[in-house]
């Protein structure tokens, strides 16, 4: 049996169990607690394997690898040069990759942190890289870099939580930077970040949670701005936002889970509004939410397994947006993490709201009782 340790004190709000079987073989009774501990929102599995077939299926890991490794060493390709000012993000969802995977030993550790910690700006955000502007994008995937490695205490934590409590607003909304532009986006992630830093206090919470309320719709979704239109990723951040500060009581989960449950088509595949195509990166921003408002039963998960597998190139290594496009470590990442979210078999599993493998947030929040 896989088993999850689950804190005591934990104030429990829904078990759901399920009997899954999987198209590769696999089959496994499921059990599913939603729970808050340490102030925070989890989501923990626990698998009692019946019958077990091939561990990896169809799923090309060594390519993968050596995909997201090749990435970082074509620094004077054009995909490198139009990535340059999102570079810590690509790192992010590269290394998230591989640890998902089992692989992050395959890079240098020291060289990643050494690196991280340059795109550190004196304010105490950090850039997309080295002498770049600070973003509070940016900053999140900085920290989450760093709780990979466990590497936190690289951090001097009250200059960061510092940099991005002061860019909530007023009236609750988070700007990105010093220029302004408010985004439910920037909502989740200094709420995300802060978490992870021990520092939520440093927030208005009931501002940034009432915020966040005043963009959802009448359709249950939500938006980037009051009034904004329902959107998959938008979704995920305002979900996940309000998971980890405790208010969930805010969604109409039957509502939502209908619309995100709409977002799947024939393909398998989810995409991020009505009438739009299927792309891999919703396989997270759809999944993701589901998993947190306890819906996820409610699409086909094997074809979306199917869909996201169709995606790779099975020569080369990485996964596209649809099959047989370009690949890139962006959808690489939002591909094998909803692969994880689907429990495949061999894959690691990524906690569904805060973006990070489940060990690795165990770690940050048992690791500070």
């Known amino acids: 049996m896989n088993r999850r340790t689950v804190p005591c004190g934990a104030r429990?709000?829904?078990?759901r169990g399920e009997i899954s079987k999987r198209s590769h073989g696999r089959f496994w009774i499921a059990l599913t607690v939603h729970y808050e501990a340490f102030g925070a929102f989890r989501v923990v599995t626990i698998r009692v394997n019946i019958v077990h077939n091939r561990m990896m299926g169809d799923l090309e890991v060594e390519k993968h690898v050596q995909f997201i490794l090749s990435v970082e060493k074509k620094k004077d390709d054009f995909e490198s040069v139009v990535m340059e000012h999102i570079r810590i993000n690509g790192a992010y969802w590269g290394l998230t990759s591989l640890d998902l995977l089992g692989k992050l030993g395959v890079v240098d550790q020291d060289e990643v942190i050494s690196w991280i910690m340059k795109c550190q700006d004196e304010s105490g955000g950090f850039g997309g890289n080295i002498g770049h502007d600070?973003?509070?994008?940016y900053t999140l995937s900085a920290v989450q870099v760093l709780a990979l490695y466990d590497k936190l205490d690289a951090l001097d934590i009250d200059k960061v939580s510092s940099y991005v409590s002061g860019l909530q607003?007023?009236?609750g909304s988070f700007s990105g930077d010093i220029w302004g532009?408010?985004?439910t986006r920037f909502s989740y992630i200094a709420i995300c970040c802060l978490s992870i830093l021990g520092r939520l206090e440093k927030l208005n919470v009931q501002k940034a949670v009432a915020y966040i309320v005043s963009c959802k719709n009448m359709d249950g979704g939500f938006g980037c701005t009051p009034g904004g239109e329902s959107h998959s990723g938008q979704i995920f951040c305002c979900v996940a936002a309000?998971?980890?500060t405790g208010s969930l009581h805010h969604i109409d989960k039957d509502l939502l889970g209908w619309w995100l449950c709409e977002r799947q088509v024939k393909s398998g595949g989810l995409n991020g509004r009505p009438e739009k195509l299927p792309d891999v990166c919703y396989s997270?921003?759809?999944?993701?939410s589901l998993i947190i408002i306890d819906r996820v039963h409610w699409?086909?998960?094997?074809?979306?397994?199917a869909f996201i597998l169709n995606c790779q190139d099975k020569e080369n290594g990485g996964i596209s947006d649809r099959p047989e496009d370009a690949v890139d470590v962006f959808h690489t990442f939002f591909g094998v993490a909803g692969l994880s979210l689907l429990e495949y078999p061999g894959v690691k599993a990524i906690d569904p709201a805060y973006a990070l493998p489940v060990d690795v947030v165990d770690r940050i929040f048992i690791g500070r009782r």
Do not use: M, Q, R, Y
């Not at 429990?12 to 078990?15: D, G, M, N, R, S």
């Not at 600070?134 to 994008?137: C, D, E, G, K, V």
């Not at 699409?299 to 397994?305: G, H, M, Q, S, T």
């Open 12 to 15: 429990f709000e829904l078990w």
């Open 134 to 137: 600070p973003h509070i994008l």
């Open 169 to 171: 607003n007023e009236d």
């Open 181 to 183: 532009e408010i985004d």
């Open 242 to 244: 309000l998971a980890i």
């Open 284 to 288: 997270w921003w759809v999944l993701s």
């Open 299 to 305: 699409i086909d998960k094997e074809k979306l397994a």
